[in-house]
């Protein structure tokens, strides 16, 4: 069927009505259409985005435009790097080690083969140790804090600042109970930069953390991550020997980046990297920066730090753990099933052993305060002053005693 009999058809079977409104609806779209074909040229260069400028074009209408991909010029660890590199310092540190005389030496094997007919092989030898860590600049003065595995027994110690300069670093004061440690530099005539402190007490899960430093001896390097615990004690983390409880993070801190500063999203510090796990990935903890400040004051004005304790070795109980224990017919005593703290073992010569405190002792209360865990012991003692007297509540199996305890100086 030709395509005009088959129109002819198809309208002979549409009343006049249906024809107008037909007609109506196409003439209608046709004047839009023109109308959008005028109007888009001229508007073709207007973008507008969430967080982008809205740009303008003055091109000539029917000219094809294409929109630009909006773009930002940095980011906030940029900005937050920014504010805290040039404060970031490089420490490294020289000792002299004398290493003993090795008796194997006098073995007449190793005489015979390796000649160690020669006097000199008996003497001490001396060696040249050389280490290499991050911290960062607290004060114009020249002020510096970093770790104090950094500078362990150092020599001499080197400064370099981030543009190079280099200075003679004075260890001002060591605490290895936190692994804290205060450098002075001399930089007369320099403007020295300084580090904006922040506070670790409103740190939360989740808040962003940079790590800056030197690892690996590789300068000025940063890492990226957030805070994953807030309160992990160092018995936790596998070091019993210091008192601290420690910033996690997964921000990767390699050796070379202890010391160094841990810094949140606008570049003030909240920590000092200062420990990794050989045995994981993406686990790393540093000092909470307000515990460095209480460090900081001492260590300038004394030297050191006086930490108080008592002397045992302990773990926490509760009453599965103790009936766990009970049922073993093994168990060298019958432990009370509470909640507290078992001592594990008194130290020799301390002040544990003085007041008459025993191995298999659960301690539940200090001074009128609940006790129920190893770390909360330890809290508790650690805010207590050398010399002061403290009063333990103490389970020695179904009798319960109070004993006078004399905090001594570790």
């Known amino acids: 069927m030709r395509p005009t009999r088959f129109l002819r058809k198809l309208y002979r079977g549409l009343s006049t009505r249906q024809l107008f409104s037909h007609g109506f609806a196409i003439l209608t779209g046709a004047v839009l259409t023109v109308s959008l074909l005028q109007t888009l040229p001229t508007h073709a260069g207007t973008v507008t985005a969430m967080g982008a400028s809205t740009v303008k074009s003055s091109a000539a209408p ?53 000649g160690g007919d020669d006097p000199s092989s008996r003497m001490p030898r001396e060696e040249l140790q050389k280490g290499q860590g991050s911290g960062f600049i607290v004060d ?31 260890v001002r004061g060591v605490d290895a109970v936190t692994d804290l440690a205060v450098i002075k530099i001399d930089a007369p005539g320099v403007a020295l930069p300084v580090a904006s402190l922040g506070n670790s007490d409103i740190v939360q899960v989740g808040d962003w953390a940079i790590a800056v430093g030197n690892p690996l001896g590789l300068d000025n390097t940063v890492t990226l991550g957030i805070i994953s615990t807030l309160g992990r004690s160092s018995s936790e983390v596998g070091i019993p020997d210091k008192r601290i409880d420690f910033l996690q993070t997964d921000a990767a801190i390699n050796p070379g980046n202890s010391g160094g500063p841990l810094v949140d999203s606008r570049g003030s510090v909240i920590g000092i990297n200062t420990a990794i796990r050989a045995d994981a ?34 773990v926490t109980l509760d009453p599965a753990t ?38 298999g002792d659960v301690i539940t209360d200090i001074d009128g305060q609940a006790i129920t865990t190893a770390n909360q012991l330890q809290q508790t003692v650690d805010k207590t002053q050398v010399g002061q007297k403290l009063k333990l509540k103490i389970y020695r199996g179904q009798q319960v005693q109070t004993l006078d305890v004399v905090a001594g100086e570790l």
Not at 75 to 91: C, L, T, Y
Not at 159 to 167: D, H, M, V
Not at 338 to 350: C, D, E, K, S, Y
Request: glycine residues 8%; proline residues 7%.
């Open 62 to 114: 029917g000219t094809t435009l294409v929109a630009a991909v909006p773009t930002t010029s940095g980011s906030f660890v940029a900005e937050a790097v920014k504010q805290i590199g040039p404060a970031v310092v490089r420490v490294d540190m020289e000792r002299t080690v004398t290493r003993s005389y090795d008796p194997f030496f006098d073995d007449p094997f190793f005489r015979r083969f390796f």
């Open 140 to 170: 114009s003065s020249g002020v510096i804090l970093t770790n104090a595995h950094v500078v362990d027994q150092a020599d001499r110690v080197t400064i370099t600042l981030k543009n190079g300069q280099q200075f003679e670093g004075e």
């Open 281 to 314: 990935t993406g686990i790393g903890f540093a000092i909470p920066i307000n515990k460095a400040k209480e460090i900081e004051t001492q260590l300038l004005q004394n030297g050191k730090v006086s930490h108080p304790y008592i002397g045992i070795q302990m």
């Open 322 to 359: 103790a009936r766990e224990s009970n049922s073993d017919p093994n168990s060298p005593f019958r432990l009370p099933e509470i909640n507290g703290v078992l001592v594990v073992r008194v130290m020799p010569g301390t002040p544990a052993e003085q007041s008459g405190i025993r191995r």
